[in-house]
């Protein structure tokens, strides 16, 4: 593979543009007919045997043999002694992170997350009561790339929300097996445990753990078994196996959002430092091959000397073969008109994250209509808020910004509404409730609205 | 069929009662393959040729033949056409229904969806900015059983957010067709317009309607077509074929959740008219015969009174037959030790609607932590609620109350997070932030952060 990275150089300009631009964009998620059938398969027999049909696709998937699931659970002190084993500075690096990302959820929570009611004139109470889920369960991939941060970005928010447990899974494959719960890259030998991420389970506060992966422990988590409590809801990443699973175990329990490759866009007026854009798109490229970096720029100059730092910096990049492939087939680096037009064009791409390189930010702020996280000028490089700023770091990618938001303590809430009548109340409400009802037909509607009327009036016939 | 309702009488004293519980409880949604295929293979040809697509299946499904989709439009004159042809109580009523259902969503904006931010002590901004979609499809099911109110309870909210077009697709369905995008029940002739739902369109604020229905609907509303507008979620119910539908755009598009069939719980402690009680059971059976109504009281005098007036109302019911089904299969009177247990009971239901027909309802509500809508007090009947006291009727069913919310502005909205780091901030940030990154295997990730500390160390090898 070459080493020069050359993503895609367009200018909004070029007649071509349009269609040069829907081909970069061009991404989707194939459903693949064999794995949503075995996924079936899995979840139908992990629903009818518990236990033992986990036991046996553990083994099978991750070449992990234990005769009881019991086995298979990590304890508290098994996080405390990966906590203990870490250096002081990444023991640091993980309380201090931990610390951050739950005082900004907690302004999260605080901001709407919280119960209300107001009385109507007629002494009406009107409101909506805000709990949190009783459990959850959080996947973890396993495999060598295993992130101990996004163990953070999800259990933090569920805490805060007052969820009082929270279930991790996170398989721990052993070496040239099947692995459908890890994510295709390969572990050392005996199906090890990453210390990172449990140091994280031990920082973030998690009540239980399983080794358990792949279809099997998205099954396990939504049905229950004998030993695995049944969560309300999943959240957390995982392979083609897990998001198929997730899919198909929705409406038995909430899930997240199914989470497409990774993407930045970085709209720049050309006053950042052009090394600190070159890294901000690598960071995005290094992640995987189809991870996806835009630069959005009015100045031809600039977009030269982002490039020139691609071509410098690379060569120091351990990734840098990945980054290479994923800047060269999906990447681009975009010639606009102006600020505002590429402000525009952000707005159709609607990406995970969207930084505003400019000295000027708050400018263009409220030009920004869809994007999962917005970072504010110069300094906020997108990898502080992957770790540390506060901001949950789970968001929506492939565009799903136009409708879908941030992992967040909403997501391990829920709300029942409020409604108390007053007598008054139901002499005003009963007579517009009776007359929509007949009207649809439902007479048993009516009636239990005139019923509490002071004066009940005769009943009608539908009409 | 026999004309008397004779719900399930079961008592949590007796031994056998988990096991008669979970016999009543148990209802699951079997996804019928035939319809999940057929459902696919119309999916896929409305995106690949879109109008022409949704006109044949309009005529082949619907039995409504049009050379253009402009023909299958509805416009603002049919609206206030259909509202001017109303009773004048038809008209009020639909106005006062669509305010307070406006003024409680307002409400609901305030407590939560506003944007919000702060700055921390280095000065590092972090906040979200809260935005509504901006476009949103509304799908309403045709036929005789059209409900206008469920066209108020998803347009209004939308409303609220600041949708800035609302696309309505409803059906019109001529009698003997195969309607598929219909509810089972028949229309006459033409594919007649239902008044009462164009005239909420009207008193609701529609932007554009057109008479499709089915998968093709959500279809087009998902990957738009010539003259269908693409939009960022589809809200509504719907037959399984709409249903299918929608969870297979689930991803491309928003939407909310699928509902299962209605039901009632109401927890009495014996103070509310057991008329009023039986109206209120009635009020769910009638909906249709898988609706589930359940009493929960600790007092078997009270029950009998209630089972007395169920006897007496029913003759007087024009859904009579529908109610007797529900109750005889799937209702249930249950008699508990106390008001405490029937609140643990419930909360294992996670019921839908849920009445405390009670004379101390806020003794019971802090025991209740899951259910779509509480209904406190003996005025309060669910069909208050229904129609006009406010909050949304579009509630999760089937026990998904303990992981999702009544519909709300908040489905109408998507959050952003923001982030402005200071240059302080890059300081205390950076170090933390490229910690993680380096023990995560992401060198860029570490550089970004790095390149903006004030004294860059050098790039540290992967461990």
Redesign the interface.
């Known amino acids: 593979m070459s080493l020069l990275a050359r993503p895609a150089r367009l200018s909004t300009a070029d007649s071509e543009f349009e269609a040069q631009f829907a081909a970069r964009l061009h991404w989707s998620?194939e459903t693949d007919g064999a794995i949503e059938l075995r996924v079936a398969d899995i979840l139908t027999d992990v629903r009818e045997r518990g236990d033992a049909a986990v036991l046996e696709y553990t083994a099978r998937f991750d070449g992990l043999s234990a005769s009881t699931m019991a086995d298979l659970e990590l304890t508290q002190a098994d996080f405390k002694a990966a906590f203990d084993s870490l250096p002081n500075?990444?023991r640091?690096?993980?309380q201090?992170?931990t610390r951050?990302v739950r005082?900004?959820h907690e302004?999260?929570k605080k901001?709407?997350?919280?119960s209300?009611s107001?009385r109507?004139e007629d002494g009406?109470?009107?409101?909506?009561?805000v709990?949190p889920?009783?459990r959850v369960g959080i996947y973890v991939p396993g495999g060598?790339?295993a992130?101990?941060?996004s163990l953070i970005m999800n259990a933090v928010p569920a805490h805060v929300a007052g969820v009082q447990e929270i279930i991790m899974v996170v398989p721990t494959p052993v070496r040239g097996s099947v692995a459908t719960g890890g994510n295709g890259e390969s572990t050392s030998a005996r199906g090890e445990r990453n210390d990172?991420v449990l140091a994280a389970a031990y920082v973030a506060g998690v009540t239980r753990a399983f080794t358990i992966g792949g279809a099997q422990a998205v099954a396990a988590l939504a049905y229950g078994t004998a030993t695995v409590p049944r969560v309300?809801?999943i959240t957390g990443p995982g392979n083609a196996y897990v998001a198929s699973a997730k899919k198909r175990v929705?409406?038995t329990?909430?899930i997240d959002?199914?989470a497409g490759p990774s993407e930045i866009l970085v709209l720049a007026d050309g006053s950042t430092?052009a090394?600190?854009v070159a890294?901000?798109l690598?960071?995005q490229?290094?992640?995987d091959e189809l991870a996806q970096s835009i630069l959005l720029c009015p100045s031809e100059a600039y977009i030269e000397a982002v490039q020139r730092e691609i071509d410098r910096?690379l060569p120091?990049?351990?990734?840098a073969a990945i980054?290479v492939k994923s800047l060269n087939d999906r990447g681009a680096l975009i010639h606009t008109r102006s600020m505002e037009e590429a402000c525009a064009i952000s707005n159709r791409i609607a990406p995970e994250h969207?930084e505003v390189s400019s000295s000027d930010?708050h400018r263009w702020?409220p030009l920004?209509?869809?994007?999962?996280?917005?970072?504010?000028?110069?300094?906020?490089?997108?990898?502080?808020?992957?770790?540390?700023?506060?901001?949950?770091h789970v968001?929506?990618t492939?565009g799903?910004?136009?409708?879908?938001?941030?992992l967040?303590v909403?997501d391990f809430q829920?709300?029942?509404?409020?409604?108390?009548?007053?007598?008054a109340?139901?002499q005003t409400?009963?007579?517009?409730?009776a007359?929509?009802?007949y009207?649809?037909?439902?007479?048993?509607?009516?009636?239990?609205?005139e019923?509490?009327l002071d004066v009940v009036p005769p009943?009608r016939?539908?009409k």
């Open positions: 998620a500075a990444q640091d690096a993980l201090a992170a951050r005082s900004y302004a999260q901001a709407g997350g919280e209300w107001y109507d009406t109470l009107l409101g909506q009561k709990t889920l009783d060598k790339a992130y101990p941060s990172l309300d809801k929705f409406g329990v909430g959002m199914i430092p090394e600190w890294m901000d690598f960071s490229a290094e992640h910096l120091s990049m351990p990734r980054i969207l930010p702020e920004l209509r869809h994007a999962g996280a917005i970072f504010l000028g110069a300094y906020t490089s997108e990898s502080l808020g992957d770790y540390c700023a506060g901001p949950n968001l929506p492939s799903t910004a136009r409708f879908s938001s941030p967040g909403y829920k709300r029942s509404s409020l409604i108390e009548v007053s007598s109340g139901a409400l009963g007579s517009i409730a007359e929509m009802a009207g649809e037909g439902l007479q048993a509607h009516a009636r239990a609205a019923m509490r009943m016939s539908a």
